[in-house]
């Protein structure tokens, strides 16, 4: 026997993955784990005996619920999943799923559809953080055919608005961590933000890096990887966060001065593999870096309020709309806003062994 569970499989920004009723999952969050575990398949490397896609941006799951707070309509739980390792942290978020989340919870009747398009205010149960979504919704459906086209996705699709706000300290309580600009960890110049994600930034150059090496080049070097492992696990006991050596966060980014006509050029780790492209929360944490004078981005701050920030990645390039003000005592962050797409794949039922969650 097995315990069938509702879901839909969406492509949301560059990542993708099962979106899910809250409700028809268990509420005790270790059952919940291994409930997800099952589902994706972690503990083998191609997610074989699941429908996880052999990578961290194809590991992630969505689960909505209508809101009880005053201003959401919808709850937003984000869970990642690792791989191959059979653990799941449930202390991010993550921006590119969020792009469905809207029309997720459009297409399983948690909000209804208005004609032309809908407007879902989202809070982000993992981090606080509030997201107004605007989905395209002609004749009161979802659609997802038209010609935004975001890098890392091939073609085009109907654009999905999304802009953040109260982004600022979601995991740590501060924009700015451990009270500075820069900390010098391993000999490493590093500034330690969080806003929508907790990050620690560094220059490429500072490892011998170019910052314009793809993905794949970098997955390759070990000697690199092991250094930022040890940065980012004395980074996250510095930011407060304790042994973050099982948790995704802090993620980690380098950056370097742009070759594509871009703001900056970056890339960006989840947090043992590089990112495709890049985490739309991991953007913000980024941009909001280039817009603080005097941390280790050291770029040119755009003039004209909001910002328009272009982050350069291995797959192209993500422009983030950053309202924000600059006084004697720092800057503040007032919203984020990005453009992605999402697209439905599948409807129906995913299935777990009843050995794992009997669905009682």
Same mark, same amino acid.
């Given at each position: ?16 993955? *099962? ?21 994706? &398949? ?10 996880? &896609? ?19 309509? #919808? ?8 791989? $191959? ?14 792009? =469905? ?14 004609? %032309? ?7 982000? +149960? ?7 979504? #605007?989905?395209? !919704?002609?004749?009161?459906? @979802?659609?997802? $055919? =038209?010609? /935004?086209?975001?890098?890392? +996705? *091939? &073609? ?9 706000? $109260? ?9 700015? *961590?451990?009270?500075?600009? @820069? ?7 590093? !500034?330690?933000?969080? @806003? ?14 170019? %910052?314009? $090496? ?38 980690? =980014? ?8 871009? !703001? ?32 280790? /981005? ?7 309020? *909001? ?8 797959? &192209?390039? #993500? ?13 503040? #962050? ?11 794949? /599948?409807?129906?039922?995913?299935? +777990? ?8």
């Amino acid at each position: 026997m097995q315990t069938a569970i509702p879901f839909l499989f969406m492509r949301g920004g560059t990542s993708r993955g *099962p979106y899910l009723n809250r409700a028809d999952l268990p509420e005790d969050l270790d059952t919940l784990a291994r409930v997800l575990i099952a589902m994706v &398949g972690s503990g083998h490397p191609l997610n074989i005996d699941g429908i996880g &896609g052999g990578a961290a941006v194809t590991t992630k799951v969505a689960m909505l619920s209508q809101s009880d707070d005053d201003w959401a309509d #919808i709850d937003y739980f984000f869970a990642q999943v690792s791989v $191959e390792d059979g653990l799941v942290d449930f202390k991010p978020t993550c921006g590119n799923i969020l792009s =469905g989340v809207g029309p997720a919870a459009i297409e399983m009747g948690l909000i209804p559809a208005q004609d %032309g398009e809908t407007t879902v205010n989202i809070r982000a +149960v993992n981090t606080g953080a509030k997201v107004k979504a #605007i989905v395209q !919704t002609p004749d009161k459906a @979802v659609n997802y $055919e =038209g010609s /935004a086209q975001i890098d890392g +996705v *091939p &073609g085009t699709a109907a654009p999905v608005a999304l802009q953040f706000m $109260e982004t600022v300290g979601g995991a740590t309580g501060a924009l700015l *961590p451990t009270g500075n600009l @820069v900390d010098t960890i391993d000999g490493i110049d590093v !500034t330690c933000m969080d @806003v929508a994600m907790p990050m620690v930034i560094a220059q490429a150059s500072s490892f011998g890096l170019t %910052g314009y $090496e793809s993905a794949e080049a970098l997955n390759d070097n070990a000697t690199f990887f092991a250094r930022m492992e040890a940065i980012r696990l004395k980074a996250g006991a510095l930011m407060g966060m304790g042994d973050v050596s099982s948790s995704v966060t802090p993620k980690f =980014g380098i950056v370097a001065p742009p070759r594509d006509g871009g !703001t900056i050029s970056t890339r960006y780790f989840m947090p043992w593999q590089t990112h495709p492209s890049t985490a739309v929360t991991g953007a913000q944490c980024l941009a909001s870096c280039v817009l603080t004078p005097g941390t280790v /981005a050291n770029a040119p701050i755009p003039n004209g309020r *909001p910002a328009g920030i272009v982050l350069e990645h291995p797959a &192209g390039q #993500i422009d983030v709309m950053v309202d924000y003000d600059l006084t004697d005592d720092g800057i503040t #962050i007032n919203s984020a806003g990005l453009v992605r797409t999402a697209r439905k794949l /599948a409807a129906g039922q995913v299935f +777990v062994p009843s050995a794992v969650w009997d669905g009682n």
